[in-house]
Protein backbone atom coordinates (compact mmCIF):
# COMPACT_ATOMS: atom_id res chain seq x y z
CA UNK A 1 0.00 0.00 0.00
CA UNK A 2 1.50 3.54 -0.95
CA UNK A 3 2.12 6.13 2.00
CA UNK A 4 0.83 9.18 1.37
CA UNK A 5 2.63 12.62 2.93
CA UNK A 6 1.80 16.27 2.29
CA UNK A 7 4.38 18.74 1.81
CA UNK A 8 3.39 22.17 2.88
CA UNK A 9 5.42 25.52 3.65
CA UNK A 10 2.53 26.91 5.73
CA UNK A 11 2.02 23.69 8.08
CA UNK A 12 -0.99 22.09 8.63
CA UNK A 13 -2.26 18.66 10.19
CA UNK A 14 0.50 15.95 9.58
CA UNK A 15 2.23 18.01 6.93
CA UNK A 16 6.22 18.60 6.38
CA UNK A 17 7.62 22.14 6.02
CA UNK A 18 9.57 21.00 2.91
CA UNK A 19 9.84 17.82 0.39
CA UNK A 20 13.64 16.89 2.09
CA UNK A 21 11.79 15.98 5.36
CA UNK A 22 9.24 14.03 3.96
CA UNK A 23 11.71 12.22 1.61
CA UNK A 24 13.52 11.30 4.93
CA UNK A 25 10.28 9.73 6.13
CA UNK A 26 9.40 8.01 3.75
CA UNK A 27 12.45 6.13 3.19
CA UNK A 28 12.65 5.53 6.54
CA UNK A 29 9.50 3.42 6.55
CA UNK A 30 10.69 1.79 3.36
CA UNK A 31 7.31 1.46 1.56
CA UNK A 32 6.05 3.29 -1.49
CA UNK A 33 5.23 6.70 -1.35
CA UNK A 34 3.13 9.34 -2.44
CA UNK A 35 4.80 12.87 -1.92
CA UNK A 36 2.42 15.59 -2.43
CA UNK A 37 3.09 19.18 -2.64
CA UNK A 38 1.63 22.37 -1.89
CA UNK A 39 2.46 25.32 -3.99
CA UNK A 40 5.59 27.17 -3.41
CA UNK A 41 9.41 27.30 -4.07
CA UNK A 42 11.66 25.22 -2.43
CA UNK A 43 15.07 25.47 -2.36
CA UNK A 44 16.35 22.27 -2.02
CA UNK A 45 18.74 19.40 -3.39
CA UNK A 46 16.44 16.23 -3.17
CA UNK A 47 17.85 12.85 -3.30
CA UNK A 48 14.90 10.30 -3.93
CA UNK A 49 15.30 6.28 -3.39
CA UNK A 50 13.00 3.86 -3.14
CA UNK A 51 9.60 3.53 -5.27
CA UNK A 52 8.69 7.19 -4.93
CA UNK A 53 6.32 9.88 -6.72
CA UNK A 54 6.65 13.16 -6.45
CA UNK A 55 3.24 15.05 -7.37
CA UNK A 56 2.27 19.27 -7.86
CA UNK A 57 -0.58 19.02 -5.31
CA UNK A 58 -1.97 22.04 -7.78
CA UNK A 59 -1.35 21.06 -11.17
CA UNK A 60 1.71 21.33 -13.06
CA UNK A 61 3.59 25.14 -12.87
CA UNK A 62 2.69 25.24 -9.24
CA UNK A 63 5.83 23.63 -7.67
CA UNK A 64 9.53 25.27 -8.25
CA UNK A 65 12.40 23.73 -6.64
CA UNK A 66 15.43 24.92 -7.47
CA UNK A 67 19.08 25.63 -6.31
CA UNK A 68 21.96 27.50 -7.53
CA UNK A 69 24.54 25.05 -6.97
CA UNK A 70 24.33 21.33 -7.30
CA UNK A 71 22.15 19.02 -8.36
CA UNK A 72 18.00 19.61 -7.89
CA UNK A 73 16.95 16.07 -8.12
CA UNK A 74 19.09 12.62 -7.71
CA UNK A 75 17.08 9.34 -8.54
CA UNK A 76 17.89 5.71 -6.84
CA UNK A 77 15.08 3.54 -7.17
CA UNK A 78 11.87 3.85 -8.55
CA UNK A 79 11.17 7.59 -9.12
CA UNK A 80 8.52 9.44 -10.56
CA UNK A 81 7.52 13.22 -10.34
CA UNK A 82 4.81 14.80 -11.75
CA UNK A 83 3.87 18.59 -12.48
CA UNK A 84 6.85 20.31 -10.83
CA UNK A 85 9.31 22.58 -11.84
CA UNK A 86 12.91 21.95 -11.43
CA UNK A 87 15.46 24.79 -12.00
CA UNK A 88 19.68 24.78 -11.82
CA UNK A 89 22.22 26.60 -12.47
CA UNK A 90 25.56 24.84 -11.78
CA UNK A 91 26.77 23.68 -15.16
CA UNK A 92 29.37 20.89 -13.11
CA UNK A 93 26.58 18.81 -12.56
CA UNK A 94 23.23 17.64 -13.33
CA UNK A 95 19.81 19.13 -12.96
CA UNK A 96 18.64 15.62 -12.75
CA UNK A 97 19.98 12.77 -12.54
CA UNK A 98 19.31 9.13 -12.54
CA UNK A 99 21.70 7.29 -10.53
CA UNK A 100 20.04 3.74 -10.63
CA UNK A 101 16.43 2.05 -12.07
CA UNK A 102 14.13 4.23 -13.52
CA UNK A 103 13.01 7.85 -13.89
CA UNK A 104 9.85 9.38 -14.72
CA UNK A 105 9.06 13.31 -15.50
CA UNK A 106 5.50 13.77 -16.42
CA UNK A 107 4.34 17.29 -17.07
CA UNK A 108 7.48 18.23 -15.16
CA UNK A 109 9.63 21.52 -16.52
CA UNK A 110 13.37 21.20 -16.19
CA UNK A 111 15.45 24.26 -16.28
CA UNK A 112 19.23 23.97 -16.77
CA UNK A 113 20.54 27.45 -18.07
CA UNK A 114 23.86 25.68 -18.77
CA UNK A 115 25.47 22.01 -18.70
CA UNK A 116 22.74 19.03 -18.31
CA UNK A 117 19.22 19.40 -17.51
CA UNK A 118 18.61 15.22 -17.64
CA UNK A 119 21.04 12.37 -17.17
CA UNK A 120 20.35 8.39 -17.81
CA UNK A 121 23.68 7.09 -16.48
CA UNK A 122 24.69 3.77 -17.81
CA UNK A 123 21.50 0.53 -17.12
CA UNK A 124 19.10 3.20 -16.17
CA UNK A 125 15.68 3.67 -18.19
CA UNK A 126 14.08 7.41 -18.07
CA UNK A 127 10.91 8.72 -18.97
CA UNK A 128 10.05 12.15 -20.02
CA UNK A 129 6.05 12.88 -20.86
CA UNK A 130 4.43 16.21 -22.07
CA UNK A 131 7.55 17.70 -20.26
CA UNK A 132 9.65 20.87 -21.19
CA UNK A 133 13.54 21.29 -21.31
CA UNK A 134 14.79 24.75 -21.28
CA UNK A 135 18.05 25.37 -21.99
CA UNK A 136 20.19 22.39 -21.22
CA UNK A 137 20.69 18.87 -22.81
CA UNK A 138 18.96 15.72 -21.93
CA UNK A 139 21.52 13.18 -22.43
CA UNK A 140 20.96 9.13 -22.60
CA UNK A 141 24.34 7.30 -21.74
CA UNK A 142 24.01 3.74 -22.02
CA UNK A 143 20.65 3.56 -21.03
CA UNK A 144 17.33 3.24 -21.97
CA UNK A 145 15.34 6.04 -22.62
CA UNK A 146 11.23 7.62 -24.33
CA UNK A 147 10.80 10.87 -24.98
CA UNK A 148 7.02 11.48 -25.67
CA UNK A 149 4.85 15.08 -26.83
CA UNK A 150 7.86 17.36 -25.22
CA UNK A 151 9.69 20.14 -25.97
CA UNK A 152 13.08 21.09 -25.74
CA UNK A 153 13.83 25.07 -26.33
CA UNK A 154 17.16 26.70 -26.66
CA UNK A 155 19.43 23.86 -25.34
CA UNK A 156 23.46 25.35 -25.00
CA UNK A 157 24.47 22.31 -26.79
CA UNK A 158 22.47 18.83 -28.03
CA UNK A 159 18.59 19.28 -27.17
CA UNK A 160 18.87 15.15 -26.85
CA UNK A 161 22.11 12.86 -26.63
CA UNK A 162 22.00 8.72 -26.88
CA UNK A 163 25.63 7.69 -26.48
CA UNK A 164 27.67 4.79 -25.33
CA UNK A 165 24.73 1.96 -26.37
CA UNK A 166 22.08 3.50 -24.99
CA UNK A 167 18.65 3.50 -26.58
CA UNK A 168 16.05 5.94 -26.88
CA UNK A 169 12.37 6.65 -28.99
CA UNK A 170 11.73 10.70 -29.34
CA UNK A 171 8.30 10.45 -30.39
CA UNK A 172 5.78 13.72 -30.34
CA UNK A 173 8.21 15.93 -29.63
CA UNK A 174 9.63 19.53 -30.60
CA UNK A 175 12.79 20.54 -30.24
CA UNK A 176 13.78 24.48 -30.99
CA UNK A 177 16.60 26.79 -30.76
CA UNK A 178 19.47 24.54 -30.37
CA UNK A 179 22.87 25.65 -29.95
CA UNK A 180 24.20 22.80 -31.96
CA UNK A 181 22.07 19.69 -32.82
CA UNK A 182 18.64 18.57 -32.31
CA UNK A 183 19.51 14.76 -31.60
CA UNK A 184 22.67 13.48 -31.29
CA UNK A 185 23.14 9.34 -31.65
CA UNK A 186 26.85 8.55 -30.88
CA UNK A 187 27.43 4.82 -30.90
CA UNK A 188 23.73 4.03 -29.81
CA UNK A 189 20.41 3.41 -30.78
CA UNK A 190 17.53 6.62 -31.41
CA UNK A 191 14.61 6.06 -32.74
CA UNK A 192 12.58 9.41 -33.88
CA UNK A 193 9.21 9.85 -34.74
CA UNK A 194 6.53 12.22 -35.52
CA UNK A 195 8.69 15.31 -34.27
CA UNK A 196 9.40 19.20 -35.38
CA UNK A 197 12.60 19.99 -34.92
CA UNK A 198 13.69 23.67 -36.01
CA UNK A 199 16.51 26.48 -35.66
CA UNK A 200 19.68 24.11 -34.78
CA UNK A 201 22.86 25.31 -35.27
CA UNK A 202 24.28 22.45 -36.96
CA UNK A 203 22.42 19.48 -38.09
CA UNK A 204 18.62 18.87 -36.62
CA UNK A 205 19.46 14.99 -36.24
CA UNK A 206 23.00 13.17 -36.75
CA UNK A 207 24.57 9.84 -36.54
CA UNK A 208 27.83 9.16 -35.84
CA UNK A 209 30.46 7.01 -34.89
CA UNK A 210 28.32 3.91 -35.90
CA UNK A 211 25.18 4.93 -34.30
CA UNK A 212 22.22 3.74 -35.66
CA UNK A 213 19.16 6.62 -36.12
CA UNK A 214 16.00 5.77 -37.38
CA UNK A 215 13.52 8.75 -38.60
CA UNK A 216 10.04 8.83 -39.48
CA UNK A 217 7.38 11.25 -40.62
CA UNK A 218 9.48 14.38 -39.17
CA UNK A 219 9.20 17.84 -40.16
CA UNK A 220 12.90 19.82 -39.99
CA UNK A 221 13.03 23.65 -40.95
CA UNK A 222 15.18 26.40 -40.88
CA UNK A 223 18.27 25.03 -39.85
CA UNK A 224 21.73 26.35 -40.14
CA UNK A 225 23.37 23.71 -41.45
CA UNK A 226 22.18 20.29 -42.12
CA UNK A 227 18.63 18.56 -42.01
CA UNK A 228 19.80 15.26 -41.23
CA UNK A 229 23.59 13.70 -41.41
CA UNK A 230 25.00 10.13 -41.35
CA UNK A 231 28.33 9.97 -40.46
CA UNK A 232 31.35 8.07 -39.32
CA UNK A 233 29.82 4.48 -40.20
CA UNK A 234 26.75 5.22 -38.88
CA UNK A 235 23.34 3.40 -40.16
CA UNK A 236 19.33 3.74 -39.96
CA UNK A 237 16.65 5.03 -42.39
CA UNK A 238 14.68 7.85 -42.90
CA UNK A 239 10.92 7.60 -43.99
CA UNK A 240 8.16 10.07 -44.94
CA UNK A 241 10.42 13.15 -43.51
CA UNK A 242 10.41 16.45 -44.86
CA UNK A 243 13.06 19.38 -44.66
CA UNK A 244 12.85 22.69 -45.48
CA UNK A 245 15.34 25.18 -45.18
CA UNK A 246 18.65 23.90 -44.73
CA UNK A 247 22.04 24.09 -45.69
CA UNK A 248 22.02 20.27 -47.13
CA UNK A 249 19.30 18.59 -46.97
CA UNK A 250 20.50 15.00 -46.16
CA UNK A 251 24.76 14.75 -45.65
CA UNK A 252 26.02 11.06 -45.58
CA UNK A 253 29.73 10.83 -45.35
CA UNK A 254 32.92 9.16 -44.29
CA UNK A 255 31.17 5.25 -44.82
CA UNK A 256 27.81 6.08 -43.51
CA UNK A 257 24.77 4.50 -45.25
CA UNK A 258 21.06 5.02 -44.50
CA UNK A 259 18.40 3.96 -46.25
CA UNK A 260 16.11 6.96 -47.41
CA UNK A 261 12.11 6.72 -48.61
CA UNK A 262 9.47 8.90 -49.18
CA UNK A 263 11.29 11.81 -47.98
CA UNK A 264 11.09 15.62 -49.50
CA UNK A 265 13.93 17.59 -49.72
CA UNK A 266 12.62 21.52 -50.14
CA UNK A 267 14.27 24.88 -50.93
CA UNK A 268 17.64 23.80 -49.60
CA UNK A 269 20.56 26.56 -50.01
CA UNK A 270 23.14 24.15 -51.00
CA UNK A 271 22.24 20.70 -52.09
CA UNK A 272 19.13 18.45 -50.81
CA UNK A 273 21.23 14.83 -51.20
CA UNK A 274 24.78 15.31 -50.50
CA UNK A 275 26.94 12.00 -50.52
CA UNK A 276 30.51 13.16 -50.11
CA UNK A 277 33.94 11.76 -48.71
CA UNK A 278 32.72 7.78 -48.60
CA UNK A 279 29.13 8.43 -48.10
CA UNK A 280 27.03 5.62 -48.51
CA UNK A 281 23.23 5.91 -49.03
CA UNK A 282 19.91 4.27 -50.63
CA UNK A 283 17.04 6.83 -51.35
CA UNK A 284 13.64 5.74 -52.80
CA UNK A 285 10.83 7.69 -53.88
CA UNK A 286 12.50 10.89 -52.53
CA UNK A 287 11.69 14.40 -53.49
CA UNK A 288 14.43 17.35 -54.08
CA UNK A 289 12.70 20.98 -54.78
CA UNK A 290 14.01 24.17 -55.52
CA UNK A 291 17.64 23.46 -54.10
CA UNK A 292 19.67 26.39 -54.66
CA UNK A 293 22.78 24.71 -56.21
CA UNK A 294 22.65 21.18 -56.56
CA UNK A 295 19.77 18.54 -55.57
CA UNK A 296 21.56 15.34 -55.51
CA UNK A 297 25.73 15.53 -55.42
CA UNK A 298 27.95 12.94 -54.91
CA UNK A 299 31.68 13.53 -54.36
CA UNK A 300 35.14 12.70 -53.14
CA UNK A 301 34.38 9.15 -52.98
CA UNK A 302 30.36 9.53 -52.68
CA UNK A 303 28.20 6.61 -53.95
CA UNK A 304 25.05 7.08 -53.46
CA UNK A 305 21.91 4.74 -55.03
CA UNK A 306 19.41 6.78 -56.05
CA UNK A 307 15.54 5.50 -57.44
CA UNK A 308 12.25 6.42 -57.97
CA UNK A 309 12.92 10.19 -57.21
CA UNK A 310 11.88 13.13 -58.81
CA UNK A 311 13.94 16.35 -59.06
CA UNK A 312 11.97 19.86 -59.45
CA UNK A 313 13.06 23.24 -59.53
CA UNK A 314 16.28 24.60 -58.57
CA UNK A 315 19.89 24.49 -60.35
CA UNK A 316 21.28 21.79 -61.06
CA UNK A 317 19.91 18.23 -60.99
CA UNK A 318 22.87 15.65 -60.48
CA UNK A 319 25.62 15.80 -60.18
CA UNK A 320 28.91 13.53 -59.40
CA UNK A 321 32.66 15.35 -59.17
CA UNK A 322 35.98 15.08 -58.06
CA UNK A 323 35.89 11.28 -58.02
CA UNK A 324 32.23 10.90 -56.62
CA UNK A 325 30.16 7.67 -58.32
CA UNK A 326 26.47 6.84 -58.21
CA UNK A 327 23.62 4.77 -59.70
CA UNK A 328 20.84 6.68 -60.55
CA UNK A 329 17.71 4.80 -61.96
CA UNK A 330 13.79 6.41 -62.82
CA UNK A 331 14.98 9.82 -61.98
CA UNK A 332 12.88 12.40 -63.31
CA UNK A 333 14.53 16.04 -63.40
CA UNK A 334 12.47 18.78 -64.64
CA UNK A 335 12.02 22.88 -64.63
CA UNK A 336 15.75 23.64 -63.26
CA UNK A 337 17.75 26.76 -64.46
CA UNK A 338 21.16 24.86 -64.98
CA UNK A 339 22.25 21.41 -66.21
CA UNK A 340 19.99 18.03 -65.41
CA UNK A 341 23.01 15.89 -64.81
CA UNK A 342 26.92 16.51 -64.44
CA UNK A 343 29.54 14.71 -64.47
CA UNK A 344 32.92 15.94 -64.16
CA UNK A 345 36.61 15.45 -62.60
CA UNK A 346 36.62 11.58 -62.61
CA UNK A 347 33.00 11.25 -61.22
CA UNK A 348 31.77 7.73 -62.24
CA UNK A 349 27.59 7.59 -62.58
CA UNK A 350 25.20 5.26 -64.18
CA UNK A 351 21.78 6.86 -65.40
CA UNK A 352 19.16 4.35 -66.14
CA UNK A 353 15.96 5.21 -67.47
CA UNK A 354 16.12 9.10 -66.32
CA UNK A 355 14.01 11.82 -67.63
CA UNK A 356 14.78 14.85 -67.99
CA UNK A 357 12.48 18.00 -69.46
CA UNK A 358 11.97 21.75 -69.89
CA UNK A 359 16.34 22.54 -68.80
CA UNK A 360 18.64 24.63 -70.31
CA UNK A 361 21.07 21.35 -70.47
CA UNK A 362 20.79 17.74 -70.53
CA UNK A 363 23.91 15.62 -69.72
CA UNK A 364 27.34 17.26 -69.16
CA UNK A 365 30.21 15.64 -68.71
CA UNK A 366 33.95 16.70 -68.79
CA UNK A 367 37.22 15.65 -67.08
CA UNK A 368 39.86 13.04 -67.96
CA UNK A 369 40.16 9.81 -68.91
CA UNK A 370 38.33 8.76 -65.32
CA UNK A 371 35.42 11.19 -65.99
CA UNK A 372 32.79 8.26 -67.30
CA UNK A 373 29.16 7.95 -67.93
CA UNK A 374 26.64 5.27 -69.00
CA UNK A 375 23.27 6.52 -69.99
CA UNK A 376 20.23 3.72 -71.15
CA UNK A 377 16.74 4.22 -71.76
CA UNK A 378 16.51 7.66 -71.18
CA UNK A 379 14.40 10.81 -72.65
CA UNK A 380 15.56 13.94 -72.69
CA UNK A 381 12.82 16.63 -73.68
CA UNK A 382 12.80 20.39 -74.69
CA UNK A 383 16.22 20.72 -73.62
CA UNK A 384 17.70 24.22 -74.44
CA UNK A 385 21.23 24.05 -75.23
CA UNK A 386 21.72 20.23 -76.34
CA UNK A 387 20.70 16.63 -74.11
CA UNK A 388 24.21 15.15 -74.39
CA UNK A 389 27.64 17.36 -74.44
CA UNK A 390 31.02 16.02 -73.49
CA UNK A 391 34.22 17.65 -73.43
CA UNK A 392 37.79 17.58 -72.22
CA UNK A 393 38.87 13.25 -72.04
CA UNK A 394 35.63 12.05 -70.32
CA UNK A 395 33.74 8.97 -71.73
CA UNK A 396 30.01 8.64 -72.41
CA UNK A 397 27.92 5.78 -73.25
CA UNK A 398 24.08 6.20 -74.41
CA UNK A 399 21.86 3.04 -74.92
CA UNK A 400 18.70 3.94 -76.34
CA UNK A 401 18.44 7.19 -75.12
CA UNK A 402 15.77 9.79 -76.74
CA UNK A 403 16.29 13.41 -77.63
CA UNK A 404 12.75 15.56 -78.28
CA UNK A 405 12.14 18.63 -79.31
CA UNK A 406 14.52 21.53 -79.06
CA UNK A 407 18.53 22.60 -78.14
CA UNK A 408 21.05 23.26 -80.55
CA UNK A 409 22.86 19.86 -80.77
CA UNK A 410 21.39 16.26 -79.35
CA UNK A 411 24.35 14.82 -78.96
CA UNK A 412 28.03 16.55 -78.95
CA UNK A 413 31.35 15.49 -78.12
CA UNK A 414 34.72 17.84 -78.56
CA UNK A 415 37.85 17.92 -76.47
CA UNK A 416 39.33 14.88 -76.44
CA UNK A 417 36.11 12.67 -75.35
CA UNK A 418 34.58 9.81 -76.70
CA UNK A 419 31.16 9.42 -76.80
CA UNK A 420 29.59 6.17 -77.98
CA UNK A 421 25.82 6.28 -79.11
CA UNK A 422 23.62 2.75 -79.74
CA UNK A 423 19.88 2.59 -80.58
CA UNK A 424 19.41 6.52 -79.62
CA UNK A 425 17.16 8.73 -81.52
CA UNK A 426 16.82 12.92 -81.93
CA UNK A 427 13.84 14.20 -83.00
CA UNK A 428 12.87 17.93 -83.78
CA UNK A 429 16.49 19.35 -83.02
CA UNK A 430 18.13 22.45 -83.96
CA UNK A 431 21.16 23.40 -85.01
CA UNK A 432 22.33 19.30 -85.73
CA UNK A 433 21.23 15.62 -84.25
CA UNK A 434 24.87 14.64 -83.25
CA UNK A 435 28.08 16.24 -83.52
CA UNK A 436 31.62 15.64 -83.17
CA UNK A 437 34.05 18.69 -82.70
CA UNK A 438 38.02 19.16 -81.70
CA UNK A 439 39.70 16.25 -81.87
CA UNK A 440 36.40 14.29 -80.04
CA UNK A 441 35.54 10.87 -81.11
CA UNK A 442 32.01 9.84 -81.98
CA UNK A 443 30.93 6.01 -81.99
CA UNK A 444 27.30 5.48 -83.14
CA UNK A 445 25.09 2.47 -83.69
CA UNK A 446 21.69 2.50 -85.51
CA UNK A 447 20.74 6.16 -84.22
CA UNK A 448 18.02 7.82 -85.67
CA UNK A 449 18.56 12.12 -86.47
CA UNK A 450 14.80 13.17 -87.40
CA UNK A 451 13.31 16.62 -88.11
CA UNK A 452 16.93 18.97 -88.03
CA UNK A 453 17.09 22.20 -88.92
CA UNK A 454 20.56 21.76 -90.10
CA UNK A 455 22.64 18.84 -90.14
CA UNK A 456 21.54 15.62 -89.05
CA UNK A 457 25.69 14.39 -88.15
CA UNK A 458 28.39 16.57 -88.39
CA UNK A 459 32.49 16.41 -87.60
CA UNK A 460 34.65 19.77 -87.52
CA UNK A 461 38.24 20.10 -86.29
CA UNK A 462 40.30 16.64 -86.10
CA UNK A 463 37.65 15.14 -84.50
CA UNK A 464 36.75 10.96 -85.43
CA UNK A 465 33.61 9.84 -86.16
CA UNK A 466 32.57 6.23 -86.79
CA UNK A 467 28.80 6.05 -87.80
CA UNK A 468 26.51 2.62 -88.61
CA UNK A 469 23.28 1.90 -89.79
CA UNK A 470 21.93 4.88 -88.76
CA UNK A 471 19.12 6.80 -90.23
CA UNK A 472 18.88 10.71 -91.00
CA UNK A 473 15.47 11.57 -92.10
CA UNK A 474 14.23 15.10 -93.27
CA UNK A 475 17.30 17.41 -92.12
CA UNK A 476 17.10 20.47 -93.26
CA UNK A 477 20.80 21.06 -94.66
CA UNK A 478 22.06 17.90 -95.00
CA UNK A 479 22.52 14.45 -93.66
CA UNK A 480 25.90 14.59 -92.63
CA UNK A 481 28.87 17.07 -93.27
CA UNK A 482 31.94 17.00 -92.33
CA UNK A 483 34.57 19.56 -92.32
CA UNK A 484 38.42 21.01 -91.99
CA UNK A 485 40.10 17.73 -90.96
CA UNK A 486 37.24 15.29 -89.32
CA UNK A 487 38.08 11.63 -90.46
CA UNK A 488 36.28 8.67 -89.68
CA UNK A 489 33.25 6.57 -91.88
CA UNK A 490 29.63 6.48 -92.15
CA UNK A 491 28.68 2.95 -93.32
CA UNK A 492 25.16 1.37 -94.17
CA UNK A 493 23.83 4.82 -93.35
CA UNK A 494 20.65 5.82 -95.15
CA UNK A 495 19.52 9.34 -95.65
CA UNK A 496 16.00 10.78 -96.49
CA UNK A 497 14.04 13.41 -97.50
CA UNK A 498 13.07 16.19 -99.51
CA UNK A 499 13.22 19.87 -98.11
CA UNK A 500 16.23 22.83 -97.86
CA UNK A 501 16.39 25.53 -95.37
CA UNK A 502 15.74 28.72 -97.31
CA UNK A 503 16.79 28.77 -100.84
CA UNK A 504 19.21 25.79 -100.22
CA UNK A 505 18.59 22.61 -101.75
CA UNK A 506 19.55 19.69 -98.43
CA UNK A 507 22.00 17.19 -99.55
CA UNK A 508 22.71 13.42 -98.18
CA UNK A 509 26.81 14.55 -96.91
CA UNK A 510 28.67 17.31 -97.51
CA UNK A 511 32.18 15.80 -96.94
CA UNK A 512 35.53 16.84 -97.06
CA UNK A 513 37.41 13.60 -98.55
CA UNK A 514 38.39 12.15 -95.36
CA UNK A 515 35.45 9.97 -94.08
CA UNK A 516 34.74 6.43 -95.85
CA UNK A 517 31.28 6.63 -97.28
CA UNK A 518 30.10 2.98 -97.07
CA UNK A 519 26.56 1.74 -98.80
CA UNK A 520 25.44 4.85 -98.13
CA UNK A 521 21.52 4.62 -99.04
CA UNK A 522 20.05 7.93 -100.17
CA UNK A 523 18.04 9.84 -103.52
CA UNK A 524 19.97 13.09 -102.00
CA UNK A 525 23.25 14.15 -103.42
CA UNK A 526 27.04 14.01 -101.71
CA UNK A 527 28.88 17.44 -102.47
CA UNK A 528 32.20 17.41 -101.71
CA UNK A 529 33.51 20.76 -100.56
CA UNK A 530 35.33 22.87 -102.73
CA UNK A 531 38.88 23.88 -101.41
CA UNK A 532 39.51 27.33 -100.85
CA UNK A 533 43.09 29.28 -101.24
CA UNK A 534 44.49 29.87 -97.91
CA UNK A 535 43.40 32.88 -96.37
CA UNK A 536 45.46 35.84 -95.32
CA UNK A 537 46.25 35.81 -91.72
CA UNK A 538 43.18 37.64 -89.46
CA UNK A 539 43.77 40.99 -88.08
CA UNK A 540 42.15 42.73 -85.44
CA UNK A 541 43.01 46.31 -85.36
CA UNK A 542 41.73 48.43 -82.37
CA UNK A 543 42.25 51.43 -82.13
CA UNK A 544 45.28 52.71 -79.23
CA UNK A 545 44.80 48.83 -78.57
CA UNK A 546 46.51 45.79 -79.08
CA UNK A 547 46.92 44.06 -82.75
CA UNK A 548 46.48 40.34 -82.92
CA UNK A 549 47.61 37.90 -85.73
CA UNK A 550 44.86 35.02 -85.77
CA UNK A 551 42.32 33.48 -83.35
CA UNK A 552 42.11 35.21 -79.62
CA UNK A 553 40.40 33.55 -76.53
CA UNK A 554 39.78 34.47 -73.40
CA UNK A 555 41.24 37.44 -73.05
CA UNK A 556 39.76 40.76 -71.08
CA UNK A 557 40.60 44.28 -73.07
CA UNK A 558 41.12 47.24 -70.92
CA UNK A 559 42.50 50.72 -72.50
CA UNK A 560 42.43 54.16 -71.43
CA UNK A 561 41.57 53.44 -67.94
CA UNK A 562 43.90 54.87 -65.02
CA UNK A 563 43.31 51.41 -62.72
CA UNK A 564 43.35 47.75 -64.10
CA UNK A 565 42.03 44.73 -61.83
CA UNK A 566 42.61 42.06 -62.58
CA UNK A 567 40.19 38.33 -61.33
CA UNK A 568 40.28 35.51 -60.82
CA UNK A 569 37.48 32.74 -59.76
CA UNK A 570 37.91 29.75 -58.86
CA UNK A 571 34.87 27.04 -57.58
CA UNK A 572 34.23 25.71 -54.46
CA UNK A 573 36.00 22.45 -54.00
CA UNK A 574 33.15 20.76 -52.62
CA UNK A 575 30.58 21.74 -55.14
CA UNK A 576 30.39 21.70 -58.95
Given at each position: M ?50 V ?25 A ?32 R?H ?73 D ?37 A ?29 G ?10 A ?10 D ?64 R ?11 V ?21 T ?8 L ?7 Q ?9 A ?9 V ?33 V ?34 F ?53 P ?21 A ?10 T?G??T??
Amino acid sequence: MVARYVVSPRGGRRAYPDITSALRAAESRGRPALIEIAPGHYEEALTVRGEVRLAAAEGPGSVLVSRPRGAVLDAFGAVSVHGLTLAGRDAGVDVVGCHTGTLTLDRTEVRAHDGVAVHARPRTSVTLRDSIVLYGRTVFTGSAGLVERCRFTDAADNAIAAIEGARVTVRGSRIEGSRIHGVRVCDAYAEVVGCELTGTGQAALVADTRGELAVAECAISAVHAEGIMFIEQSRGSVDRTRVTDALHGIVTKSGAGPVVRGSVFADCRDTGINAQDAGLGTFEHCRVLGARNVAVFSTKGGAPEVRDCRVEGGNVGVAVTEGGRGRFARVAVEDLTGTALRVYDEGGAVFSQVRVERCPAGLEARGNGGTTAEVTDAVFRDIGLGAVAIDGQSRVTLRNVTAERGGMVAFAVAGEALLQITDSRATEVGSGGIGALGSGRLVARNVTVTGSEGLGLFGTGSAYVDVVDSTFTDCAVAGASFEESAAGRLAGCTVDGTGGAGDTDAVAVRHNGLVDLTSLRTSLPVVRHKEKPAAPPQILQVFNGPVFNGPVHDVQLAWNNGHVVQQQTEGDSTHP
